[in-house]
Nanobody, 125 residues
C-alpha cells in the first residue's frame, strides 16, 4: 500500500485547510485510515481516523469540533478538513493505514502498518 498526502501550507489562525491522502494498492479500500501529526521537538500524536466501511471515526480531543475526517471510497482517498486552525496545530501531518480492519479505529501509531510522507501545515498567529 502506498499513501500520498497533500494539501499542507501556510494559513493564518482561524483559517482552514483540507489535507488529502490517496491510497493505492491491494485491499487498501478495506483499511482503517488515520492522520497523525508531529511538531518540532514533540512526539507524533494521533489526530483522527476513519474506517472505510461504515465510516466510524475517532478524533483527538484537541481537534474535536474543528477537524473532520472523511473518505471517498471511489477515489480511495481520505480527507482531513481542518477549520478554526490555531498556531498549536502547526506540524507535519502524516496519513497512515491500519490493515487490521478493526471496528474502532485505533489511536496508537504503532498499530498502523503503512505511512505516507508528511505534509507541512503552518498556522501563523
Amino acid at each position: 500500500v502506498q499513501l500520498q498526502a497533500s494539501g499542507g501550507g501556510l494559513v493564518q489562525a482561524g483559517g482552514s485547510l483540507r489535507l488529502s491522502c490517496a491510497a493505492s494498492g491491494r485491499d487498501a479500500s478495506t483499511y482503517v485510515m488515520g492522520w497523525f501529526r508531529q511538531a518540532p521537538g514533540k512526539e507524533r500524536e494521533f489526530v483522527a481516523a476513519i474506517r472505510w466501511g461504515g465510516g466510524r471515526t475517532s478524533y483527538a480531543d484537541s481537534v474535536k469540533g474543528r477537524f473532520t475526517i472523511s473518505r471517498d471510497n471511489a477515489k480511495n482517498t481520505v480527507y482531513l478538513q481542518m477549520n478554526s486552525l490555531k498556531p498549536e496545530d502547526t506540524a507535519a501531518y502524516y496519513c497512515a493505514a491500519d490493515r487490521s480492519s478493526r471496528v474502532v479505529p485505533t489511536t496508537y501509531a504503532a498499530e498502523y502498518d503503512y505511512w505516507g510522507q508528511g505534509t507541512l501545515v503552518t498556522v501563523s498567529s
